[in-house]
Nanobody, 118 residues
Framework: QVQLVQSGGGLVPPGGSLTLSCEGSGTIFTIMAMGWYRQAPGQQRELVAEISAIGATTYADSVKGRFTISRANFTNTVTLQMNTLKPDDTAVYYC????????????WGQGTQVSVSP
């Protein structure tokens, strides 16, 4: 059974930091791109950051310079370090894995709430 299990998230004030992690199991994630989408209430799901199988990274313009994505292939884990968080970053964040550039998600995590509020 293929799974992506997320951890992290929560409530922070503006300017704060959070780390999201996602661990995959059940298939060979090292040959896939992995990353994060988010969906705010009433909004479409949008790509936040993605890292390819060879480590190339892509970021949404709104998070460049504030978020950093990394992966550890020996643990099938992708991590999103989020700094200088803004209220507009409030959303449910979903880990994904798939093929292509950008990846066509084949697998999704369960979702994690990130809330940025005073």
């Amino acid at each position: 059974q293929v799974q992506l299990v997320q951890s992290g998230g929560g409530l922070v004030p503006p300017g704060g930091s959070l780390t999201l992690s996602c661990e995959g199991s059940g298939t060979i994630f090292t040959i896939m791109a992995m990353g994060w989408y988010r969906q705010a209430p009433g909004q479409q799901r949008e790509l936040v950051a993605e890292i390819s199988a060879i480590g190339a990274t892509t970021y949404a313009d709104s998070v460049k310079g504030r978020f950093t994505i990394s992966r550890a292939n020996f643990t099938n884990t992708v991590t999103l370090q989020m700094n200088t968080l803004k209220p507009d970053d409030t959303a449910v964040y979903y880990c994904h894995a798939g093929w292509g550039t950008p990846a066509n998600p084949a697998y999704w995590g369960q979702g994690t709430q990130v809330s940025v509020s005073p």
